[in-house]
């Protein structure tokens, strides 16, 4: 089945504790990218990646890292997190720029 | 810059009737997509529609519908006959394919409401 698969689906940590957020996909996707969902505001972009090694910013990389070093992850590391990273947090890839983007379920992340 | 408007928190459909919920957008670009997201209460989110900025006739996909109006730069999603199943969150999002880039434009979104 084709699918964007992330873990955790979800995590409570604590301010300061490093994490990170995997996200993996079966489709040969080339981009990828992560949002993060905050009442209100819609999905905003944090970063994406449009082939292995290449990565660059969305509207809110700040708090954030990413890597792509396979093709089909494309991990989220919050170095140190802090409560205002408290939010939904999606992956998605797409074939091509422009396309549609599939979703993976979701990563619920509190930061105390 | 490019930004998506939903004017619209929420919105109540009866069942089997017809709900229109609106999209507008702005964007320099000339080559667009825009899409049609729903986000059920168990959050995943699924994508419904698309419609391409070139495309001149609207795009539909069973009871979805796209009202593109190019010249309003106006995107509205129609869904006919609604189901108890369609309650949910309604995002419209817009991408860019003039520049190598990924990334959607999301709206705020509207929350549907369907009643018996």
């Known amino acids: 089945e084709a699918q964007v698969t992330q873990n955790p689906r979800y995590l409570i940590t604590v301010t300061g504790k490093k994490l990170t957020v995997t996200c993996s996909q079966n489709?040969?996707?080339?981009?990828m990218s992560w949002y993060r969902q905050d009442p209100g505001l819609g999905l905003r972009q944090i970063y994406y990646s449009m082939n292995v090694e290449v990565t660059d910013k969305g509207d809110v990389p700040e708090g954030y890292k990413v890597s792509r070093k396979e093709k089909r992850n494309f991990p989220l590391i919050l170095e140190s997190p802090s409560p205002n990273q408290t939010s939904l947090y999606f992956c998605?890839?797409?074939?091509?720029?422009?396309?549609?983007?599939?979703f993976g379920p979701g990563t619920r992340l509190t930061v105390l | 810059a490019q930004k998506i408007t939903q004017t619209q928190p929420g919105m109540f459909v009866q069942e089997k009737e017809a709900v229109t919920l609106d999209c507008t957008y702005d964007?320099?670009?000339?080559?667009?997509?825009l899409f049609w997201y729903k986000q059920p209460s168990s959050g995943e989110m699924i994508f419904l529609i698309y419609q391409g900025s070139y495309d001149e006739q609207n795009a539909t996909e069973g009871r979805y519908s796209l009202n593109f109006q190019k010249a309003r730069k106006s995107a509205n999603l129609v869904i006919s006959a609604s189901q108890l199943g369609d309650s949910a969150m309604y995002f419209c999002a817009m991408s860019s394919r003039s520049y190598n880039t990924d990334k959607l434009i999301f709206g705020t979104g509207t929350r549907l409401q369907v009643f018996p």
């Open positions: 489709m040969n996707h080339e981009y």
């Open positions: 964007t320099s670009d000339q080559s667009y997509g």
């Open positions: 998605a890839s797409s074939p091509r720029p422009g396309n549609e983007q599939f």
